[in-house]
């Protein structure tokens, strides 16, 4: 009988963290607009360069969209824990009575919508500009988009959680983030390479499975070490 109290209380913290960061980013929208306005000017900046007399080069929308999503993603985890910085929420947290890997599960949640939001912007966009057929398999772009963006905010709310007491975080989070989730950026610009083919369905299949076992080790290693870190 303990396990599922002890599932339902690590839900339940988790839930209630999460509400937090979106009640307090929808009251503000701070964080939502600053990152699509950031994210959109990187890819009309890409546009100008790589499509010439309106032909773009040959599979380049995968890697710019997936570009995007990775500056995008690590300015919004610097600003929201800029922001918990401020207010001192993350210390206050980790006071709490409440388990730490619930605490980081919380907080993964609310920059994982954060990021699926700005993420349904980027897509639109990206296919007009860059005449991709991202839409050609819709399952399967959602799967690459979900387990891709999965990988990298698992990682990075450990780093920015981390660093959220370092003086010089926003070059250390770039710099740690990206070598770690090179493989996850890699896996998600083949895999909807592989989904814009005709024939690619497989192929795409194939990165995802790929995607997801980076997930579970991503979020197995990060839940394990999210309180020993915190308490250094």
């Known amino acids: 009988m303990a396990a599922p109290g002890t599932l339902r209380r690590f839900l339940a913290t988790a839930w209630l963290i999460t509400r937090k960061d979106i009640t307090v980013e929808w009251r503000s929208r701070e964080i939502i607009y600053t990152t699509v306005f950031f994210a959109a000017s990187c890819i009309l900046v890409f546009a100008f360069g790589f499509v010439k007399d309106g032909r773009p080069i040959d599979d380049v929308a995968s890697a710019i969209l997936w570009i995007a999503i990775a500056f995008s993603g690590t300015l919004a985890l610097g600003r929201t824990f800029e922001r918990e910085r401020y207010n001192e929420t993350l210390q206050a947290l980790m006071l709490a009575p409440a388990d730490r890997p619930a605490i980081y599960a919380g907080k993964l949640a609310g920059i994982l919508l954060l990021m699926l939001a700005v993420e349904a912007v980027?897509?639109?966009?990206?296919?007009?500009?860059?005449?991709?057929?991202?839409?050609?398999?819709?399952?399967?772009?959602?799967?690459?988009?979900?387990?891709?963006?999965?990988?990298?905010?698992?990682?990075?709310?450990?780093?920015?959680?981390?660093?959220v007491r370092a003086r010089s975080r926003d070059v250390l989070l770039p710099v740690l983030l990206y070598p770690?989730?090179?493989?996850?950026?890699?896996?998600?610009?083949?895999?909807?390479?592989?989904?814009?083919?005709?024939?690619?369905?497989?192929?795409?299949?194939?990165?995802?499975?790929m995607l997801v076992f980076f997930d579970v080790v991503f979020l197995t290693l990060s839940l394990w070490t999210f309180e020993a870190v915190m308490t250094e």
């Open 180 to 209: 770690i989730t090179i493989p996850v950026i890699i896996a998600g610009v083949r895999g909807t390479a592989a989904a814009m083919a005709p024939d690619g369905g497989e192929m795409a299949r194939a990165w995802v499975s």
């Open 122 to 163: 980027l897509v639109p966009l990206v296919a007009l500009l860059f005449q991709a057929p991202l839409f050609r398999q819709p399952v399967l772009l959602v799967a690459l988009l979900g387990s891709g963006t999965l990988g990298y905010a698992a990682v990075g709310t450990l780093f920015a959680a981390m660093l």
